[in-house]
Nanobody, 115 residues
Framework: QVQLVESGGGLVQAGGSLRLSCAASGIIFSLTAMGWYRQAPGKQRELVAVITSGGSTNYADSVKGRFTISRDNAKNMVYLQMNSLKPEDTAVYYC?????????WGQGTQVTVSS
């Protein structure tokens, strides 16, 4: 059974930083591309960042230069370092495989950026 558990969200002022973590189980993590996604109120879920099994990364234009995705295959963990946060980054953040599997979605972690 696949389980993805996100943590690390919170309330932060604009310009601040947060580090999100995702613990994965039930998948061959080291061979799986992983992504961070987010869903803001009233909007569709969107892909924020991807990291391949080999460590290559890609980012949405809206977060390039501010967010960094990383992974630790020994711990089955994927991270999202978010710097220079903006109010428009406010959303529930999820991790999933890339491409995402509909039955892998977890509860997500809320990130709220105040202006």
């Amino acid at each position: 059974q696949v389980q993805l558990v996100e943590s690390g969200g919170g309330l932060v002022q604009a310009g601040g930083s947060l580090r999100l973590s995702c613990a994965a189980s039930g998948i061959i993590f080291s061979l799986t591309a992983m992504g961070w996604y987010r869903q803001a109120p009233g909007k569709q879920r969107e892909l924020v960042a991807v990291i391949t099994s080999g460590g290559s990364t890609n980012y949405a234009d809206s977060v390039k230069g501010r967010f960094t995705i990383s992974r630790d295959n020994a711990k089955n963990m994927v991270y999202l370092q978010m710097n220079s946060l903006k109010p428009e980054d406010t959303a529930v953040y999820y991790c999933n495989t890339s491409p995402a599997r509909y039955n892998y979605w977890g509860q997500g972690t809320q990130v709220t950026v105040s202006s």
